[in-house]
Each structure stands twice: as structure tokens, then as C-alpha cells.
């Protein structure tokens, strides 16, 4: 069944109300981040070391531009492993739909299945192919809450807002549980997450944010000691952590194909390989493809941090980042439960933070590291294997067999984009890192918005937006300005 919605929202800002917070924008931007380059230098090339793989494209957009169609994945583990997938057919005539999802990402798949099973007609367009892009390359860490703690949230919306969105801090975890279980997702779905703190001071940041998100509802919780941290992970580098049950991690590309294939099964339509590449505004938007239109009633904007320069007013603020992964050759069995006894995914409290954790055949899969501005590096494994060997030095023999790199997109609050474009542009974007459980809850805010359900989607629109200071030109410098300073108080441990 077809249906169309209230369009009547109690709060969503138009976009120029975004431009007065800017001066505080800058002020955040000077103060907060007044920092991350050479730590990109430092990280991206590590000399000696000779090139032994180079990857794939982080990205199929190029100057803003979308390349031409027939992109594959880039080589991955998750690639390598994924569960056999129909390849879609690409746009090639004109089609109507109540909505128009541009991205097949989380939040795009997310957005469409929720919107199916409240019987909504969905054409999703995916410029390359399902979980092609942060979506299909991740840590696969399924990490509670947002890139910024709840009480910056409260101090910048307000207790009633903050009180909506902090409730929504581990509900992202529960949709992909639900989403697992409902569609029978083969996606080695795993219980529990910790957070390794290398100092007292990070230490103490776990315990006030404990106690924050008890504030929020949540008391899934537990802080571990030093002896207890060495329960979880083999690594004397950590002083003690915070154990979240709720957390837990997943083979990101089967997830998205899994969700892919449920949205197919209650009747949506994906099209690989059709990048949007003009979105017609009006009463009723029309999704322009090379060959191919969609006339919808809502578009949602879905891209993140692979959208380009498709709607001019995303990319002005925010910044796509990459981050690399690397991928062990299997331990075994005995190995890997030496180095993570409860198969947890770990991730520590550095701002730059490493995150790791096993596959399900027993590899350790390790990321870290931020690229401001994504440009690919070189060789990922210069650049990942000495933070890997750092954390487990034990593994100074093993061999890596995968290497990738991906996209996520920083905004300068780190905190998500969400809102609406005219009447009938909808969007949710820049996680700004923590993305596998917030864009699930996203797609599920976007869908209840279009139901004439706003109040949880007005509140993730209420966050400000701030444009990054140095526009194109310097936002990478600055940013990797902030991040070096950020570093080295980690460093430090102050
Ligand atoms: C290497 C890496 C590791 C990460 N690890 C973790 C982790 O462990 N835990 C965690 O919580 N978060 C992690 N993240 C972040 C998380 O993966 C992302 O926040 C999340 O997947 C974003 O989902 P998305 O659907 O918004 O965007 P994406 O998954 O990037 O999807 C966007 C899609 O839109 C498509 N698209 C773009 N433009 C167009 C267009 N014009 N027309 C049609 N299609 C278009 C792209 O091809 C892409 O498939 C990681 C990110 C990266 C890159």
C-alpha cells in the first residue's frame, strides 16, 4: 500500500537558521579543534617501509563529480567474505515512488525498510553498489551513543531535547539486533563492547560518562580495573576500561546486504550503479540518474561522506575523513582467545582512537587513524601495522592479508547532521565517526518524520549546524591542526 504523510513538523530549522550560530561555530572550531596535518603526515607515510598493497578508491566521486557507474568494491576482508548478493540493475527509465532514497548505506537501507514496513512505495538509487561505502568497510564495532557525550548535547540543545536524544543513545544497537533477527541477517552478530582507557584521566572520563548515560537511562555499564580490562583483551598498554553488553560487532558488508535484501523483500526497489546527479526541487522532487529519473513525494539524502557536491548546502559543512583497516591472516583458535578471551571489539579512548576485534574466523581486523580531507594513503599497512603491533606486539610474525580504507564524514560539532531541505528534502549525515548504530536509529527518526511523527527527528534537528571556518580550502589543515593537539594531551595523558 502507498501512502502519503503529514509534511507538518513542530521544529525543523530551514537552512540559513544555521548560519547565525556560525560565529560560535568559528569561536568552536579555533577552540576545540584548533588543531589535527602533520599528524596526518607523520601517520600517512611511514618511510623505510616499502609499498606492499595499495587499495582501492576510499571514494567514486571525484572533484565533486560523480565517475562513471561500474565501480566494484574496494578489496576487502569484507568483500572477500561476503554472502552471495544479486547485482542490481541500474536506473533506466522514469519511475515514481513515494520516496526517493539517494545512498544504500545504513542510513539509506535503514530509512527504506522502515518506510516499507509502514507501507511506503521506495526506489533506492546507490551510485556504486549496496554498503559500498562506510557502510561495507567499517570496524563493524557496534559502539552505543554519538561522537560527543550527552551532557555537550544538553549544553547546546537543551534538557528537553538532549532528553529525547539521549534516550535514543543505545537504541541504534537494538534496531540492528531486531533488523538481525527479523530478517535472519547472516552477519556473525557478536554481544559486547569495551572502551580501554591507557590513563586515570581516561579512566575517570568512563566513569562520569557512566554515570551520564545512567542519568539517560542507560545502565548497561560496567567499569573494569586493571584486572579486569586483562580479562577482555591481552594488552598491558590499558589501566582499566567500561564493558557495554549492549555493544557488540557484525561483518558491516553482510549487515548491509542483509538489510538490502529485506528491503527487497517487502517490495523496494534498489538500483546499483546510478548515482543521482541532479536533484530536480519542487512539490515533487525528481531524482535525476545518467539514464533514469525518480518522481517522489520525499527525497532522502543518504550519501554521507560519498555524496559530493550533489546538494551544495551538505557539503559546505562538513568534511569527508578516511580511516584504515587492516586484516590479520587467521590466528587460530588458540591465539585469538589469548588476545580477546571474550570475543569482544575493543576500542580505546585516544581521540585518535585504534579499534579492533576477531572476525568470525579468527582474524584480528585493526583500524585507527584519521586521513582529514580522504585522500587515500599510500600503503595502509605502514600505517596500521605499528599501532596493531603496539597494542598486541605478539603478533610481529603474522602476516596481514587485507588492508582498505573508507570514508566517514566529520562535521565541526562531531555531532550528526539531520534536517530538511524546502518541504520535502530529507537528510541525515556526519556522524563523525560512531556511525553503525546511530544511522539505524537515523533511518528510523527519517521514516517517523514522513509519518507525520517529528518530535524525535526535530530533536536530532535541533543540533546546530556549523560550517567549517576555512571552508574547502582550509578546513583540512585546521582540522588536522586540532587533531595533533588532541594527541598529544593523549599522549600526555592530560
Ligand atoms: C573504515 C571505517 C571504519 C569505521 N568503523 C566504525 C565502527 O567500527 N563503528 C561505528 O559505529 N562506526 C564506524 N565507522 C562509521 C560508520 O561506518 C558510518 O558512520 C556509517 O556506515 C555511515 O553510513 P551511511 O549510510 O550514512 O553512509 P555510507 O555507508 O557511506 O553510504 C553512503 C552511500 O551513498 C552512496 N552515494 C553517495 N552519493 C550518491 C549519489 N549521488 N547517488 C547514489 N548513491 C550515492 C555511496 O556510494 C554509499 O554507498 C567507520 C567508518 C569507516 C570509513
Known sequence: MSRWCSNQLSYVPPMDAHSKDAPRGVKLFFANSLIFVIFEKAASCAPGEPIRRRVASTSNINNGALEMPNTPYPSSYYA????PAPARPALEEAKQADVCVIGAGYTGLSTALFLLEHGFSVVVLEAARVGFGASGRNGGQIVNSYSRDLDTIERSVGVEQA????????EGGRVIRERVARYRIDCDLKDGGVFAAFNAKQMQHLE?????????????????????IRQVVACDRYIGGMLDRTGGHIHPLNLALGE???????????????????????????????????????VVVAGNAYLGNLVPELAAKSMPCGTQVITTEPLGEELASQLLPQDYCVEDCNYLLDYYRLSADKRLIYGGGVVYGARDPADIE????????????????VKIDYAWTGNFL????????VGRIGDNIYYSQGCSGHGVTYTHVAGKVLAEALRGQAERFDAFASLPHYPFPGGQTLRVPLSALGAMYYSLRDRLGF
Open 163 to 170: 532528553r529525547l536524544i539521549g534516550a535514543m543513545a543505545f
Open 260 to 298: 538490502a535484501a529485506a528491503v527487497e523483500s517487502l517490495g523496494g526497489v534498489i538500483h546499483e550503479q546510478s548515482p543521482a546527479t541532479r536533484i530536480e526541487r519542487g512539490a515533487n522532487p525528481v531524482v535525476h540518474t545518467a539514464s533514469g529519473s525518480v518522481t517522489a513525494q520525499y
Open 208 to 228: 562520569s560518562q557512566k554515570a551520564l548515560w545512567a542519568r539517560y537511562g542507560h545502565h548497561e555499564l560496567e567499569l573494569l580495573d586493571e584486572q579486569g
Open 80 to 83: 572477500a567474505t561476503a554472502n
Open 410 to 417: 566529520m562535521t565541526l560539532s562531531r555531532l550528526p547532521q
Open 382 to 397: 605502514a600505517i596500521i601495522r605499528p599501532k596493531m603491533l603496539k597494542t598486541f606486539p605478539q603478533l610481529k610474525d
